[in-house]
């Protein structure tokens, strides 16, 4: 079994600042790629932030510059910082972890339950 669980999430005013994190835990061989994912009320879900094992990073061009995502690999643990937040910035933020359980094992993805981001005044 493998969990994700988010935490950081709430309410918080136009440009104010949220830290969210998302630890792995259960049977973990090693963890690739690492993730946000957000989705508003009406939209799809779309990529936010991703992190690669070695440390690589890509991100929304909405997030570029106001968000960073960083990881602590010994911890199975993934962050999201996210700065100068916006209304639009407001959705149900999802992690997602492409792990592997076993050395003879690929990949597979998980996915969290989600941790609320409301941006308002």
């Known amino acids: 079994q493998v969990q994700l669980v988010e935490s950081g999430g709430g309410l918080v005013q136009p440009g104010g600042s949220l830290r969210l994190s998302c630890t792995a835990s259960?049977?973990?061989?090693?963890?690739?790629?690492m993730g946000w994912y957000r989705q508003a009320p009406g939209k799809q879900r779309e990529l936010v932030a991703a992190?690669?094992?070695?440390?690589?990073?890509n991100y929304a061009d909405s997030v570029k510059g106001r968000f960073t995502i960083s990881r602590d690999n010994a911890k199975n643990t993934v962050y999201l910082q996210m700065n100068s937040l916006k209304p639009e910035d407001t959705a149900v933020y999802y992690c997602?972890?492409?792990?592997?359980?076993?050395?003879?094992?690929?990949?597979?993805?998980?996915w969290g339950k989600g941790t609320l981001v409301t941006v308002s005044s």
């Open positions: 992190a690669t094992s070695d440390g690589s990073t």
């Open positions: 997602n972890a492409d792990i592997r359980r076993t050395p003879w094992s690929g990949g597979m993805d998980y």
């Open positions: 259960g049977s973990i061989f090693t963890i690739n790629n």
